[in-house]
């Protein structure tokens, strides 16, 4: 195994420590990607999900990590970078086992004596504490994990508003056989901050959803997924929104609808006493609906978009085109040509990273509205940027069912129309209403 090799071993043992989720061989496809946006959040850099499982050894990948992903991941454990973990970890090399010297049959000098006798000293402090520890265990045995089974558990829910955000959702669910001390939470999606610790005794929850899109809300006991099910908060046509935590602005439709086109502008945005400097704010139109029978390996969708914005830090003006997908997602992401680097974009199974690969060709000119167009069709779907074919995926498309549309706008921006068919199943908004 070679050294980079043998610290990498090393590099993954410390995660697991330090996530404290345990072996990582137990960890789920979602624990990844949760990892990910944790990387990203603490370092500003991106590595995707699949980066990580590739990594992991999870899927099948034979060359090492590139110098940039190695950089990343020990920077989240505070290393400058992988130069510096390499030295201090092992002085910059693999570690040494010297081999067993033959045993010296001269007479040793009175030093050596004195280490033997230090040695034997050591050696007997030793067993004396394995004795003790080996003691308290038979006094006080580790405590068994509690079995916990799913089928002991119900969990559901009702939405109070049919569509429209915000929407609040009460969740019923009986955890009453929890075992004993055993923490009982709800999540409302894939994300874990969106945990809450609820009684097991209890049997109501209360949760706002603030964003539409489709989500699993979770019921867990002592960290395992017991139940789950489908939730899909609707927006009610299309919603716009600047995006914030704990709780996004809303705007009027009146605000947004402008000419024809979906733009909120600079003005408004600074009217609700939001700043776009020195951090410009995310700006999202959103439609999250049951559109009918239409999925994500047989469908043509078109578009038309505008980054209107591109004052200080809003230079690179990143811009997301995203369909939701039932359990997953499409995104197409747009910049200014400059700025590729930090772009990743995502087809259901298949991920690619700005980090990794060359997506210049999503480097776009926003002087002007860009035409986007994606067509997906027995397993192969092609990108076109302004009637031009851009790029090519042929593998890792799944079937989903498409079950809304989001733009992302650093600053702001505008979308002049929305066109999605599949022969059978047609949406087409000009927004002239």
């Not at 951090?279 to 239409?294: A, K, L, M, S």
């Amino acid at each position: 195994m070679s050294t980079d090799e043998m610290l990498i071993d090393e590099l993954i043992r410390i995660y697991e420590s330090v996530t404290g989720w345990g072996s990582s061989k137990d960890w789920k496809n979602q624990d990844f990607i949760t990892l990910s946006e944790k990387i990203q959040e603490k370092t500003g850099e991106a590595i995707s999900h699949v980066t990580l499982k590739r990594i992991w050894g999870r899927v099948k990948y034979d060359s090492l990590p590139n110098s940039h992903t190695l950089d990343t991941l020990v920077k989240y454990l505070d290393y400058e970078n992988w130069r510096e973990f390499r030295i201090k970890k092992h002085n910059g090399h693999a570690p040494v086992i010297e081999p067993e010297k033959p045993k010296n049959t001269e007479i040793q000098p009175k030093g050596s004596k004195i280490k033997r006798a230090k040695l034997v000293l050591f050696i007997a402090m030793a067993s004396v504490l394995v004795f003790i520890v080996l003691a308290a265990l038979l006094v006080f045995p580790a405590k068994k994990v509690a079995f916990v089974n799913p089928k002991d558990y119900t969990f559901s829910s009702k939405k109070i508003v049919t569509s429209g955000l915000p929407n609040s959702v009460v969740f019923d669910y009986d955890a009453s056989k929890a075992p004993g001390d055993s923490v009982v939470a709800i999540q409302q999606s894939w994300d874990r901050k969106l945990r809450v610790n609820v009684s097991k005794l209890d049997h109501q929850h209360t949760s706002v959803y603030y964003y539409p899109d489709f989500y699993y809300a979770k019921l867990i006991v002592g960290g395992k997924i017991v139940k789950q099910h489908e939730i899909m908060i609707k927006s009610d046509g299309w919603l716009s929104l600047v995006g914030q935590s704990p709780v996004p602005v809303y705007f009027d439709k009146k605000d947004v609808l402008v000419n024809g086109k979906l733009s909120l502008s600079a003005d408004k945005i600074l009217a609700r006493n939001i700043k776009m400097q020195p951090t410009p704010p995310n700006v999202f139109y959103c439609n999250v609906n049951d559109f009918g029978e239409i999925y994500s390996d047989d469908f043509v969708f078109e578009t038309s978009i505008k980054n209107d914005y591109f004052e200080g830090a809003a230079a690179c003006q990143k811009s997301q085109v995203y369909l939701l997908c039932k359990g997953t997602a499409i995104w197409v992401p747009l910049c200014n040509k400059g700025c590729i680097s930090d772009l990743d974009l995502l087809f259901n199974g298949y991920y690619v990273s700005g980090k990794e690969k060359d997506l210049s060709v999503f480097g776009v000119d926003f002087n002007h509205f860009v035409k986007l167009k994606i067509i997906s069709h027995k397993g192969t779907a092609q990108i076109f940027l302004d009637n031009k074919l851009v790029y090519t995926i042929d593998k890792g498309i799944s079937h989903a069912k498409i079950i809304g549309f989001y733009y992302q706008f650093q600053g702001t921006g505008s979308v002049d129309y929305v066109r999605l068919n599949n022969g059978k199943v047609s949406y087409d908004d000009e927004f002239n209403k």
